[in-house]
T-cell receptor, first 112, second 115 residues
């Protein structure tokens, strides 16, 4: 079993739909990252959170530390949101930031 | 915002040769940088942590003599794949933690193909 599990693996939505991507992890973490990877491979960091909820534009990320679960929500989805969304757990080594374990990603396709 | 660049963006080389990939932080200093690789249809995996002024820390299963890391300055880390083989063909990405925000800045990646 992977230490970081994402669901669904693939998601197709119509423009305007509300989207939720889930992430569960089994390791102790200091933070949870949500990343966006575009078809060319480039990665953008969307959120880094260790508790509660963060919002940026149409994106919302939540985390429940007790349940070891995080969700990424996209409101009013748009075709330009089409990408692979990756959840990454930052291991609680007390050491260097960036020691990440990655989920396999959720490929989102938003149709116009 | 902070930018991390990588060079080259793609490289094709013959088996047995060495390839150097550069990772630069363009408008901030990074005492630590991270190297990841991603095989097709697989997760990103952390390979090593590059530390300015000291030896890199490698993840289990990553050969330090094969993947040489040099963090020569506060803005540059290099990854050299020595004696490359076709199984080293992958997408290599670096990242650096931001200095003022809780985030990681990722480079655009380098696609390595070894023939």
């Amino acid at each position: 079993k992977n230490e970081v599990e994402q669901s669904p693996q693939n998601l197709t939505a119509q423009e305007g739909e509300f989207i939720t991507i889930n992430c569960s992890y089994s390791v102790g973490i200091s933070a949870l990252h949500w990343l966006q990877q575009h078809p060319g491979g480039g990665i953008v960091s969307l959120f880094m959170l260790s508790s509660g909820k963060k919002k940026h534009g149409r994106l919302i990320a939540t985390i429940n530390i007790q349940e070891k679960h995080s969700s990424l929500h996209i409101t009013a989805s748009h075709p330009r949101d089409s990408a692979v969304y990756i959840c990454a757990a930052e291991r609680n080594y007390g050491g260097s930031q960036g020691n990440l374990i990655f989920g396999k990603g959720t490929k989102l396709s938003v149709k116009p | 915002g902070a930018v991390v660049s990588q060079h080259p963006s793609w490289v094709i080389c013959k088996s047995g040769t060495s390839v150097k990939i550069e990772c630069r932080s363009l408008d901030f200093q990074a005492t630590t940088m991270f190297w990841y690789r991603q095989f097709p249809k697989q997760s990103l995996m952390l390979m090593a942590t590059s530390n300015e002024g000291s030896k890199a820390t490698y993840e289990q299963g990553v050969e330090k003599d094969k993947f040489l890391i040099n963090h020569a300055s506060l803005t540059l880390s290099t990854l050299t794949v020595t004696s490359a083989h076709p199984e080293d063909s992958s997408f290599y990405i670096c990242s650096a933690p931001g200095t003022t925000t809780d985030t990681q800045y990722f480079g655009p990646g380098t696609r390595l193909t070894v023939l």
